[in-house]
Protein backbone atom coordinates (compact mmCIF):
# COMPACT_ATOMS: atom_id res chain seq x y z
CA UNK A 1 0.00 0.00 0.00
CA UNK A 2 1.02 3.32 -0.87
CA UNK A 3 0.31 7.02 1.25
CA UNK A 4 0.65 10.08 -0.77
CA UNK A 5 0.25 13.23 0.74
CA UNK A 6 0.82 16.85 -0.01
CA UNK A 7 2.67 19.56 1.79
CA UNK A 8 2.63 23.78 1.68
CA UNK A 9 5.75 25.46 0.87
CA UNK A 10 7.03 25.66 4.37
CA UNK A 11 10.96 25.51 3.92
CA UNK A 12 13.60 23.20 1.98
CA UNK A 13 13.32 19.08 2.14
CA UNK A 14 16.28 18.26 4.13
CA UNK A 15 18.18 14.49 3.53
CA UNK A 16 18.28 13.34 7.01
CA UNK A 17 18.96 9.60 6.46
CA UNK A 18 21.06 9.28 3.83
CA UNK A 19 22.01 5.69 3.68
CA UNK A 20 18.16 4.93 2.66
CA UNK A 21 17.22 7.75 0.13
CA UNK A 22 19.09 9.43 -2.24
CA UNK A 23 17.95 12.96 -1.87
CA UNK A 24 14.41 15.10 -1.47
CA UNK A 25 13.24 17.67 -3.39
CA UNK A 26 10.21 19.84 -4.77
CA UNK A 27 8.97 19.36 -8.31
CA UNK A 28 6.20 20.96 -10.21
CA UNK A 29 3.65 18.13 -11.26
CA UNK A 30 4.11 18.45 -14.59
CA UNK A 31 7.93 18.59 -14.37
CA UNK A 32 8.23 15.34 -12.00
CA UNK A 33 11.71 13.63 -11.68
CA UNK A 34 11.77 9.89 -13.99
CA UNK A 35 10.97 7.49 -13.42
CA UNK A 36 8.05 7.67 -11.18
CA UNK A 37 6.81 5.09 -9.67
CA UNK A 38 3.34 3.84 -11.09
CA UNK A 39 1.62 4.46 -8.03
CA UNK A 40 2.72 7.93 -7.10
CA UNK A 41 1.79 9.07 -10.88
CA UNK A 42 -1.66 7.32 -10.36
CA UNK A 43 -2.12 9.21 -7.28
CA UNK A 44 -1.41 12.49 -8.58
CA UNK A 45 -2.80 11.94 -11.71
CA UNK A 46 -6.34 11.06 -9.22
CA UNK A 47 -5.60 14.06 -7.25
CA UNK A 48 -5.28 16.40 -10.32
CA UNK A 49 -8.98 14.94 -11.63
CA UNK A 50 -10.23 16.01 -7.88
CA UNK A 51 -10.35 11.89 -7.05
CA UNK A 52 -9.78 11.83 -2.84
CA UNK A 53 -8.95 7.77 -3.75
CA UNK A 54 -7.53 6.51 -5.78
CA UNK A 55 -6.99 2.05 -6.78
CA UNK A 56 -4.40 0.50 -8.16
CA UNK A 57 -2.85 -3.29 -8.54
CA UNK A 58 -6.02 -4.76 -7.35
CA UNK A 59 -8.22 -6.93 -9.79
Same mark, same amino acid.
Given at each position: #? =????? @?? *??? %??? /? &?? *?????????? *? &?? =? &?? %? *???? $??? @? @??? =??? @??? /? $?? %? #????
Amino acid at each position: #M =GNGGG @AG *PWG %EPE /L &LE *PDKCVGWGWW *P &LD =G &LP %E *PTVD $YTR @A @AID =GIR @AGR /L $YT %E #MGWS
